[in-house]
């Protein structure tokens, strides 16, 4: 009887532990999806969209095929991501490669500092996007007075899609 009701705190322990840990993994998945916030743009006449940090600015004035998106803390400093539309693959050397979880594939290189300004060095990546058959123009960059993270922008790179039309 004593083995019996020792086996069944057990099993009421594991349940409870199994249920916390759930329910952490849950507000982990939810403090993440909270931190970001969906935006869409069109080029070349599709709509696409992707999460990003909470704050981002999607600038409008900018070059033809092309989109730039202002990280929240580039109220002082040239953090953003820019993509363009490219007509083909894009002629180029790349350092580095990943493909995403989205199917997307990017190749780049990094230089951690071209130059600066009064926010400190800037550092940029450049590179190539495909997502399905369309090609991208890569741009990132970050400014910081002690360190750069140009690549900041290819975690956020998996959730770019073509937004569907309802």
């Known amino acids: 009887m004593k ?3 020792h086996g069944l705190a057990l099993i009421m322990v594991t ?3 199994l249920g916390h840990s ?3 993994l849950a507000q ?3 403090q993440l999806d909270s931190a970001l916030e969906r935006i869409e743009f ?3 006449a599709v709509p696409y969209q992707i999460l990003l940090p909470r704050g981002c600015q999607l600038e409008h004035r900018n070059a033809p095929g092309c989109v730039k998106i202002w990280h929240p803390r ?3 400093s040239m953090t953003f991501l820019e993509l363009c539309s490219a007509p083909g693959a894009i002629l180029g050397a790349y350092a580095r490669q990943a493909t995403l979880s989205n199917g997307a594939r990017v190749r780049y290189i990094i230089d951690y500092d071209i130059g600066g300004g009064s926010g400190g060095t800037e550092g940029e990546l450049k590179g190539q996007l495909d997502l399905g058959a369309k090609v991208f123009a890569l741009s990132c960059r970050d400014q910081g007075e002690w360190r750069t993270r140009p690549d900041w922008c290819v975690q956020y790179l998996r959730y770019l899609k073509v937004q569907e039309r309802h």
């Open 3 to 5: 083995r019996m009701a």
């Open 15 to 17: 349940g409870v532990l």
């Open 22 to 24: 759930s329910q952490a």
């Open 28 to 30: 982990g998945r939810l």
């Open 42 to 44: 069109v080029l070349d």
């Open 74 to 76: 580039s109220r002082r």
